[in-house]
């Protein structure tokens, strides 16, 4: 760049001076001005110009080194009250998460999942199914057409289950209690019946059951629940609660029964 703009001053200055020097010198008077002194009068004025270019050019990338400089500094700034807004937020999210979850696992708390149930060709007889289901197995339970809103099979044809899963909601949780407190009359049946459950929830239940036992852990009221082998039931949170209950069992078993889930 600097390269040329110094060509382009030295072929510029020397028209300049030599219009100069004859706008100076009258044509009716001899010339005072020999071509010697005017090349030298070239050279001043192309070394002049040159050196204000230099302290131009060289002020120019000072001013943009400082700004560079501050920008950098700015960046880094925002960049450190960006983290630190995401380290505080992340607990608020975890709180809105948790709490978006319980308004869902609400809307689900008059459903029921049920497992192996027969599954007829037309989906508008699933919900005569169920009833007919709830009259054999149920039969204290006065279930009726009313007491339900919808029953629907979930998950895709022909995926390998023999009968889809039933999803049955009533119209009030209700009905929903009183069933799952006789589902063990399933006992032995190829029927299985569940509350249903949030993904998130669903997932922390199937990995607690990993961990810690099926027959140990089961879900109550949207809860995921695991018996202890001293008996205590308590309640799962999330996944790393596990982890420390199934290393605390694996590094002291009980001596007088199999723990849960290590059979």
């Known amino acids: 760049m ?22 100076l010198t009258p044509s009716h008077e001899p010339a005072t001005f020999d071509a010697n002194s005017i090349e030298i009068i070239k050279q001043e004025v192309y070394t002049s110009l040159k050196m204000d270019f230099d302290v131009l050019v060289e002020k120019s990338l000072k001013q943009y080194d400082l700004r560079m400089t501050k920008l950098e500094s700015s960046l880094k700034l925002l960049d450190s009250w960006f983290s630190k807004l995401q380290n505080a937020l992340k607990p608020i999210q ?11 696992q609400m809307k689900l708390s008059n459903q029921l999942v049920l497992f192996g149930l027969k599954e007829d060709p037309y989906p508008e007889a699933s919900e005569s199914r169920f009833l007919g289901f709830c009259s054999t197995r149920f039969p204290g339970i006065p279930v009726t057409q009313n007491d339900i809103v919808s029953a629907r099979r979930i998950g895709k044809q022909g995926s390998g289950l023999k009968h889809r899963p039933l999803v049955v909601e009533f119209c009030s949780p209700r009905m929903q209690q009183l069933i799952l407190r006789e589902k063990n009359c399933l006992q032995g049946s190829s029927v299985f019946i569940s509350e249903s459950l949030t993904k998130s929830r669903l997932q ?6 990993s961990k810690l036992g099926k027959r140990s852990t089961w879900s109550s009221g949207g809860e995921i629940l695991t ?37």
């Open 227 to 263: 018996k202890l082998s001293d008996g205590k039931v308590i309640t799962v949170k999330e996944a790393s609660q596990v982890d420390a209950l199934y290393q605390l069992t694996t590094a002291h078993p009980s001596p007088s029964k199999p723990l849960p889930g290590l059979k």
């Open 2 to 23: 600097a390269e040329v703009v110094s060509q382009a001053l030295s072929t510029e200055v020397g028209p300049l001076v030599e219009a100069s020097v004859k706008k």
């Open 204 to 209: 922390l239940l199937n990995y607690t059951k």
């Open 94 to 104: 975890s709180n809105v998460d948790h709490l978006s979850d319980q308004f869902d």
